[in-house]
Structures are given as C-alpha cells and as structure tokens.
T-cell receptor
C-alpha cells in the first residue's frame, strides 16, 4: 500500500512570496489533515477535510492560508503572502472512514521563509 | 474541544533503563488515544492506539501504554530502552464524532549508552 505522498520536500522562499504544497493521500482515505509543525513544537492542526468538504479550519490563518481538496482526493495548501513565522514543516495525513482507524502521515514539506 | 498535555519536554535515560512518558488528555467523551514517534527529518509513525476494550495496549518496538480514565492519562512505557529509541514522542487524542486529531507538544527522548 502506497503511503501519503507530499511534495516538495523542501522549499525556501522570501517573505511576501507565495508557496503551495501538494498532498496525495492513501487511496480511499476519506479524511485528510494538514498540520503545521514549528521546530520544537507538536503538530498543530490547520485544516481537516472529509472527502472534499471542510470539517474543521478553525486554526487556519485564512487571511493568508488556503486549502482545497479537489474531487476528495489530492489536496493543496497555499500560503500567500508568506511571513517569517510560517517557517515550519507542513505535514499531511490521511485516514480511512471508521471510528477505529489511524492517521498515516507523509514525510512533510519543510518551508523556510527568509 | 479536546486537548493533550505532555508535561515532560525532555527526558534522558540510559540504555537498558525503563521509560515512562506522560500524557494527559481532556475530552468530554470517550477518547481515542494515540502515541506517535518522530525521528529527525522523518514523518510521524504510529506506535500504538487505544479505541476501546483492554486498557493496556501493546505497540510496535516493545512499547505499551495504559489508558486510565480516572486520571485522564495515557502514559507510554518501555521496560528497556535502546539507543535507537531516541526521538520525539507525541501523544494525540481523537474525537469520535469528528475525527479531529489533536497532538501534544511532544517529549524529546535522549538515550545515553
């Protein structure tokens, strides 16, 4: 079974530029999460999708962050414009339907804003 | 809303010693609880999970955890630590009705030979 794929692995941009991250979840997984993990901290949930609908985006800075999940499969997370404090690892995870399932994580995208 | 507290930021143990990492959660209903491990530059790997039933759960790499409802805890244990266990450990709580998954701040484990 293929895992959660994320790209790119690394990205360096200047502040005020825009950036996009891509996630391909495990096939058939209805739930998709995006997390932000700042160095030395735990993953912080940014947004959760159930198929192509948003379940929770209460922690997403909507003035600069946006996310979509086209056709309930792949997802993209965008930051525009980026700030220095956005430097972090962005993790994507997916989970199949059912109350007793686990989330599988991708390797993450490390973003550095200079 | 659910939340997770990991009181220990950094723990150091000698190889071969026993280990216990603490996790306390807050959630109004029966929680789904997880422990994940993250090695440097790697994604998160599931060690073990609790959904229901036996409160002592076994995981991979010789880890176990015990769910104690009365203490709102889900502590991770290992009887004998190996140098390769050095990593960051995260406790997470899931909500059954929304599948929302919230992580603690993590505990960094350092192992001395």
């Amino acid at each position: 079974e293929a895992g959660v794929a994320q790209s790119p692995r690394y990205k360096i941009i200047e502040k005020r530029q825009s950036v996009a991250f891509w996630c391909n979840p495990i096939s058939g997984h209805a739930t998709l999460y995006w997390y932000q993990q700042i160095l030395g901290q735990g993953p912080k949930l940014l947004i959760q999708f159930q198929n192509n609908g948003v379940v929770d985006d209460s922690q997403l800075p909507k003035d600069r962050f946006s996310a979509e999940r086209l056709k309930g499969v792949d997802s993209t997370l965008k930051i525009q414009p980026a700030k220095l404090e956005d430097s972090a690892v962005y993790l994507c995870a997916s989970r199949s339907a059912g109350w007793d399932t686990e989330a599988f994580f991708g390797q993450g995208t490390r973003l550095t804003v200079v | 809303a659910q939340s997770v507290t990991q009181p220990d930021i950094h723990i150091t143990v000698s190889e071969g010693a026993s280990l216990e990492l603490r996790c306390n959660y807050s959630y109004g209903a029966t929680p789904y609880l997880f422990w994940y491990v993250q090695s440097p530059g790697q994604g998160l790997q599931l060690l073990l999970k609790y959904f229901s039933g036996d409160t002592l759960v076994q995981g991979i790499k010789g880890f176990e955890a015990e769910f104690k409802r009365s203490q709102s805890s889900f502590n991770l244990r290992k009887p004998s630590v190996h140098w390769s266990d050095a990593a960051e450990y995260f406790c997470a709580v899931g909500a059954g009705n929304t599948d929302k998954l919230i992580f603690g701040t993590g505990t960094r484990l350092q192992v001395f030979p």
